[in-house]
């Protein structure tokens, strides 16, 4: 009598009742001894025999879900045509983000120039603006009470004809001269509390909040040195400074400089031998005259061209 032994998935194999069987399996070799007779089967035998069957149940799998799905009315192919589409736009989305986080970067790389603008603004500004600080340069314009001689010879005809005479002439004649000057104010008394308090109206000493203007300016009293000219080593100005509106300066004092003056025994006007120069009547001496000038705070000047 022959009885059937299932060795493998695809193999069967039929054996009598009075044989002996024995079977030897490992992860790689499966032996199968019949009697005396061996049947060997290897690892590549089985994985192919393992692929079939993992594809049969794959197709079978497959199968089952058709059937769900055309039972349910569902149609494969528009199911993947909508699954495509939400892969697509998972993309686009993937690239919107990625536009939008650069985007992100640009803007906060450009914050932090903007904001590194503002920091040296407000350095300026409070530079520009501080009360305290008690030296500041300035600069403007002077008006001094004496114009720099600018001595020449000409010819006016003599008394007889054909003769001439030989003359001193100062071509840049006047009492007044505008000057272009620079220098520095230090403050010696505060005068801002004075300028913006409340002033008294009334015999009966009602104090009413008046200003002069819409918020409080600083004022102070100050020593003005400064230089002017195109030698400033020449040209030396010296007197009290008024500051007010904060920005704003008033001074008036001397001006010492060097002037090409007439020495003794010359004058405007006043004839000279026809062998002399302009050297030999003239000479360098330093005159003390008064001036007056409006300066303008130089802080301030290089914060308001910014």
Known sequence: ??????????????????????????????VLRVDSVYILH???????????????????????????LSANGVDKEKLEAERNHYIRMVDSLRSL??????????????????EERVRIAEERTAQATNRKKKVRP?????????RTPEW?????????????????????????????????????WDLTKYFNRDPMLGADSVRRTIRRFDQDFAYDLGLYIGFGGSNLFKNFYVGGSFRFVDFFYLTAGVNIAEYT????GY??????????????????????KPFISLSIDLDFLSYIKK
């Open 267 to 288: 004058e405007d006007n006043s004839r000279v031998g026809d062998n002399l120069s302009l050297k030999d009547v003239t000479a360098s001496a330093w005159l003390i």
């Open 152 to 188: 020449e010879f000409i010819l006016r005809s003599g008394e007889q004809q054909g003769t001439y005479e030989k003359l001193l002439s100062n071509r840049n004649a006047g009492s007044v001269e505008f000057d272009y000057v620079t220098g520095a104010s230090v403050m010696l």
């Open 1 to 30: 009598m022959l009885l059937p032994l299932a060795t493998l998935a695809q193999d069967t194999l039929f054996v009598r009742v009075t044989d002996t069987v024995t079977v030897l399996r490992t992860d790689t070799v499966t």
């Open 42 to 68: 290897t690892d590549t035998v089985i994985r192919r025999e393992a692929d079939t069957a993992a594809l049969s149940a794959m197709k079978e799998k497959e199968k089952f879900y058709r059937e769900i």
């Open 97 to 114: 983000v990625r536009i939008a986080e650069l985007e992100n970067v640009r803007k906060d790389e450009a914050n932090k120039y903007l």
């Open 138 to 146: 300035i600069q403007g314009v002077a008006m001094r009470f004496f």
């Open 261 to 264: 003056v007439l020495k003794e």
